[in-house]
């Protein structure tokens, strides 16, 4: 991906007028009307558009809006409020909107508090309102109806990350932004062209312009457009319609196989969009899944590369899923990253430059010191974000949407007639349905040769110690080498070990030449402190975590209506929930959370041999 589009974007350069309305200086223009921003709103781009009307007529599961200019938010938040009000509730919303210069949380604050009946929704908004990092931010609302995907970064270098994946899928456009005059680059003939290739047929658009160069943009891309008149003093404002046909559909029934935290967040994925599920698993987060707890942070690189986009996506999606969906499962500590050696510490310095405060800090070694002070006078990365939760009862959790559950052994699976997919087991009970999904963790690594797909497995075992007078008070997951967890049910996990050759058949045998690995570990990466040294190993786990030779995740079509999820190795928690709306969204035929080559870049294909 160039260059460019993965620098952090602008922020926003905005002052507050006499009548407290917020104003863009670099565009000399408001964000919304002193007449009244809620009204325009609901004149300009809702009744223009024949919202709520058509939600109560729409033949697909999802309604989807594409928007220019997320700006403060109000737009999105006046169409969740119509939406959830009027639509019927089987139907969705996906809210797509691009931005250049993206707010400040405590700027969007001020901005919305002028919309007093919004104020319920500005707070869900502002939680989840994603940090200043460029590309796609996915998140959901409303219990799942809602879907926004927010993409930060200028809309004509977005537009080629997003279009590929979003074929035919718009229903709606909301051609908002500053006024042409006074922001000409975002009014370009590839805007126009990128609203016909991804417009379903007989979708709409308003503006709240009428300028010539605008009109003429879109007729040449196919639109009949109408001028209407504008609202409150403004004499005019264009809409209209793509003359064209298409139609998508969506599965009426997967199968999933598996029983960890990729085959759960699949689960809620589908059983969201109306799907039905039956979940086939051996036992409930048994595998790598299974440890009693379970860091979620990002996985960052000193260069955006894929593995560091992915995970700067996947996190700020799965934070806000375990939020809404783990409600006292979800511990937000923040998760420290220890630089205990020179190298270490230079390498951080230069991440902190890359990405934003909101995702990653430096701390300086009175800082880590003031957060615990059991901790050595290092310097350390702060992602405040991020946190950890019990895996075993979130599995269990995520899991319970399924219209079916079985514990079975698969043995075999194949396409019959008519294409659909037969899934048998150990047991002679048989399944079948036009889509499954591989998610099977270690076990894929006997599933996919057959796919020319290698994956490898690593053996890891984490130990578990009692607490102590110097440990119990310990604020947030602690990583260096290995990792430290705050106190549960009296204990903290020690991990973890990473063995690239062992005897499968022995993997889950723990060893006590493991534990003493990983509190020589503890105890050396945080020298001089001399507590790692006073703790008891007192229980142990060992599992299977399955990785890829280039670090990435697999997620994707093997063959038409058989998919995978794997590859997640010790990281599993933070990227599951994105990778299973991956899923969802290409089966549902809905755009991507993701730029389209970075989705490329996660297909399993990529790791068949070649010929």
Same mark, same amino acid.
Not at 190 to 204: F, K, P, V, W
């Given at each position: 991906?160039?260059?460019?589009?993965?620098?952090?974007?602008?922020?926003?350069?905005?002052?507050?007028?006499?009548?407290?309305?917020?104003?863009?200086?670099?565009?000399?223009?408001?964000?919304?009307?002193?007449?009244?921003?809620?009204?325009?709103?609901?004149?300009?781009?809702?009744?223009?558009? *024949?919202?709520?009307?058509?939600?109560?007529?729409?033949?697909?599961?999802?309604?989807?809006?594409?928007?220019?200019?997320?700006?403060?938010?109000?737009?999105?938040?006046?169409?969740?409020?119509?939406?959830?009000?009027?639509?019927?509730?089987?139907?969705?919303?996906?809210?797509?909107?691009?931005?250049?210069?993206?707010?400040?949380?405590?700027?969007?604050?001020?901005?919305?508090?002028?919309?007093?009946?919004?104020?319920?929704?500005?707070?869900?908004?502002?939680?989840?309102?994603?940090?200043?990092?460029?590309?796609?931010?996915?998140?959901?609302?409303?219990?799942?109806?809602?879907?926004?995907?927010?993409?930060?970064?200028?809309?004509?270098?977005?537009?080629?990350?997003?279009?590929?994946?979003?074929?035919?899928?718009?229903?709606?456009?909301?051609?908002?932004?500053?006024?042409?005059?006074?922001?000409?680059?975002?009014?370009?003939?590839?805007?126009?062209?990128?609203?016909?290739?991804?417009?379903?047929?007989?979708?709409?658009?308003?503006?709240?312009?009428?300028?010539?160069?605008?009109?003429?943009?879109?007729?040449?891309?196919?639109?009949?457009?109408?001028?209407?008149?504008?609202?409150?003093?403004?004499?005019?404002?264009?809409?209209?319609?793509?003359?064209?046909?298409?139609?998508?559909?969506?599965?009426?029934?997967?199968?999933?196989?598996?029983?960890?935290?990729?085959?759960?967040?699949?689960?809620?994925? =589908?059983?969201?969009?109306?799907?039905?599920?039956?979940?086939?698993?051996?036992?409930?987060?048994?595998?790598?899944?299974?440890?009693? *707890?379970?860091?979620?942070?990002?996985?960052?690189?000193?260069?955006?590369?894929?593995?560091?986009?992915?995970?700067?996506?996947?996190?700020?999606?799965?934070?806000?899923?375990?939020?809404?969906?783990?409600?006292?499962?979800?511990?937000?500590?923040?998760? =420290?990253?220890?630089?205990?050696?020179?190298?270490?510490?230079?390498?951080?310095?230069?991440?902190?430059?890359?990405?934003?405060?909101?995702?990653?800090? =430096?701390?300086?070694?009175?800082?880590? *010191?003031?957060?615990?002070?059991?901790?050595?006078?290092?310097?350390?990365?702060?992602?405040?974000?991020?946190?950890?939760?019990?895996?075993?009862?979130?599995?269990?959790?995520?899991?319970?949407?399924?219209?079916?559950?079985?514990?079975?052994?698969?043995?075999?699976?194949?396409?019959?007639?008519?294409?659909?997919?037969?899934?048998?087991?150990?047991?002679?009970?048989?399944?079948?349905?036009?889509?499954?999904?591989?998610?099977?963790?270690?076990?894929?690594?006997?599933?996919?040769?057959?796919?020319?797909?290698?994956?490898?497995?690593?053996?890891?075992?984490?130990?578990?110690?009692?607490?102590?007078?110097?440990?119990?008070?310990?604020?947030?997951?602690?990583?260096?080498?290995?990792?430290?967890?705050?106190?549960?049910?009296?204990?903290?996990?020690?991990?973890?070990?990473?063995?690239?050759?062992?005897?499968?058949?022995?993997?889950?045998?723990?060893?006590?030449?493991?534990?003493?690995?990983?509190?020589?570990?503890?105890?050396?990466?945080?020298?001089?402190?001399?507590?790692?040294?006073?703790?008891?190993?007192?229980?142990?786990?060992?599992?299977?975590?399955?990785?890829?030779?280039?670090?990435?995740?697999?997620?994707?079509?093997?063959?038409?209506?058989?998919?995978?999820?794997?590859?997640?190795?010790?990281?599993?928690?933070?990227?599951?929930?994105?990778?299973?709306?991956?899923?969802?969204?290409?089966?549902?035929?809905?755009?991507?959370?993701?730029?389209?080559?970075?989705?490329?870049?996660?297909?399993?294909?990529?790791?068949?041999?070649?010929?």
């Amino acid at each position: 991906m160039s260059g460019n589009k993965q620098t952090r974007p602008e922020p926003a350069q905005i002052q507050f007028n006499e009548l407290g309305l917020p104003v863009a200086t670099q565009f000399d223009d408001v964000y919304f009307s002193n007449d009244g921003g809620l009204a325009e709103t609901r004149y300009v781009f809702l009744a223009q558009n *024949q919202l709520p009307q058509r939600w109560q007529e729409h033949p697909a599961g999802s309604f989807v809006i594409a928007e220019t200019g997320f700006g403060t938010g109000l737009n999105f938040l006046a169409t969740w409020q119509a939406f959830i009000a009027s639509a019927p509730a089987t139907t969705r919303l996906h809210f797509i909107s691009f931005e250049k210069f993206p707010l400040q949380r405590a700027e969007l604050a001020q901005a919305l508090a002028h919309f007093p009946e919004l104020q319920a929704l500005v707070t869900e908004l502002l939680d989840a309102y994603p940090s200043p990092e460029p590309g796609c931010h996915r998140r959901v609302f409303a219990g799942g109806r809602i879907t926004l995907d927010l993409w930060f970064g200028d809309l004509l270098e977005q537009l080629p990350d997003w279009l590929p994946t979003a074929q035919a899928s718009v229903d709606c456009w909301f051609l908002d932004g500053f006024a042409p005059d006074k922001n000409p680059q975002m009014w370009q003939p590839e805007l126009y062209h990128a609203m016909a290739q991804s417009s379903r047929g007989q979708a709409t658009f308003a503006t709240f312009t009428a300028a010539g160069a605008v009109r003429r943009g879109l007729q040449a891309a196919g639109y009949e457009v109408t001028k209407v008149k504008g609202f409150g003093r403004k004499r005019e404002m264009l809409c209209g319609q793509l003359q064209a046909a298409s139609t998508a559909s969506a599965p009426d029934e997967v199968i999933i196989i598996g029983g960890g935290i990729a085959a759960a967040s699949l689960v809620q994925a =589908l059983t969201r969009r109306n799907i039905k599920v039956c979940l086939l698993q051996r036992g409930c987060a048994d595998g790598a899944s299974g440890n009693a *707890q379970g860091a979620v942070y990002p996985l960052l690189h000193v260069q955006r590369s894929p593995l560091a986009q992915f995970f700067v996506a996947a996190f700020g999606y799965a934070r806000q899923h375990y939020q809404q969906k783990l409600h006292h499962n979800w511990h937000e500590s923040g998760v =420290l990253q220890l630089n205990f050696t020179p190298e270490r510490a230079a390498r951080a310095e230069q991440i902190a430059q890359v990405y934003a405060a909101e995702t990653v800090q =430096l701390w300086s070694p009175e800082q880590v *010191q003031q957060h615990w002070q059991q901790l050595p006078a290092q310097t350390a990365l702060w992602y405040p974000q991020g946190g950890w939760l019990a895996p075993a009862p979130a599995v269990a959790q995520l899991q319970t949407p399924a219209t079916k559950c079985q514990h079975a052994s698969v043995t075999d699976i194949s396409t019959g007639q008519q294409k659909r997919w037969h899934v048998r087991c150990a047991d002679g009970s048989a399944y079948e349905a036009d889509y499954v999904v591989l998610a099977t963790g270690a076990d894929l690594v006997d599933w996919l040769p057959q796919f020319g797909i290698e994956l490898q497995n690593v053996r890891g075992q984490v130990s578990y110690v009692n607490s102590s007078a110097a440990t119990q008070e310990c604020p947030s997951v602690v990583c260096y080498k290995g990792y430290f967890t705050p106190v549960l049910d009296g204990q903290h996990c020690v991990g973890a070990t990473y063995a690239r050759q062992y005897d499968r058949s022995k993997a889950r045998q723990t060893q006590v030449a493991d534990d003493q690995e990983n509190l020589a570990t503890l105890q050396s990466n945080l020298a001089p402190m001399t507590w790692p040294s006073e703790l008891k190993v007192v229980h142990q786990r060992a599992s299977e975590r399955n990785t890829s030779r280039d670090h990435l995740p697999i997620i994707g079509e093997l063959k038409p209506g058989l998919a995978v999820i794997g590859a997640l190795g010790s990281r599993g928690y933070t990227a599951a929930p994105l990778a299973a709306e991956i899923i969802a969204s290409h089966w549902c035929a809905e755009p991507q959370p993701l730029a389209a080559e970075l989705i490329e870049r996660l297909k399993p294909q990529r790791l068949q041999a070649s010929p």
